[in-house]
């Protein structure tokens, strides 16, 4: 994959994570929270709208991590428009290593709750950056 495109594949996987961050942080409110609810309920199948996340606890948790992902999102943008056009190789590395760390504590906590769904679904994520990180930088595209 060229360059040009490794980027633009990035800063819209960045994007896709800021705005999931932006999503989680609405659930924090009770009159924005239906998505993220629905979300939740999903996640800890079946459908039964027990999962309304209406506790304290969960809300403030919720806009913790929506916080959390949101400024992820950020910093996955800005290694992916400011180091990876000027040193791929670091830009990879430092990308690939938090998304390993994300990926493995998440899936694992994500399981250990009882939402083994979450796990399954972290793949979408986690692919949206492997696969243009997939080889290391090329300057003949693919």
Not at 13 to 24: K, T
Not at 62 to 75: C, E, P
């Amino acid at each position: 994959m060229s360059q040009e495109k490794t980027i633009g594949w990035l800063k819209a996987a960045s994007a896709i994570v800021i705005a999931f961050g932006l999503l989680m942080l609405l659930g924090a409110h009770p009159a924005t929270s239906a998505p993220i609810a629905l979300l939740a309920d999903i996640i800890f199948w079946p459908l039964d709208g027990q999962q309304a996340g209406s506790a304290p606890e969960a809300r403030l948790l919720g806009a913790i991590a929506g916080g959390i992902l949101s400024g992820w999102g950020v910093m996955l943008w800005q290694l992916s428009t400011r180091l990876y056009p000027q040193d791929p190789a670091l830009a990879r590395t430092l990308i690939l290593s938090s998304l390993g760390v994300w990926f493995v504590t998440d899936g694992l906590a994500s399981i250990a709750a009882g939402a083994a769904l979450n796990a399954v679904l972290n793949i979408g994520f986690l692919l949206l950056f492997v696969i243009p990180l997939w080889r290391p930088a090329r300057t003949i595209p693919i």
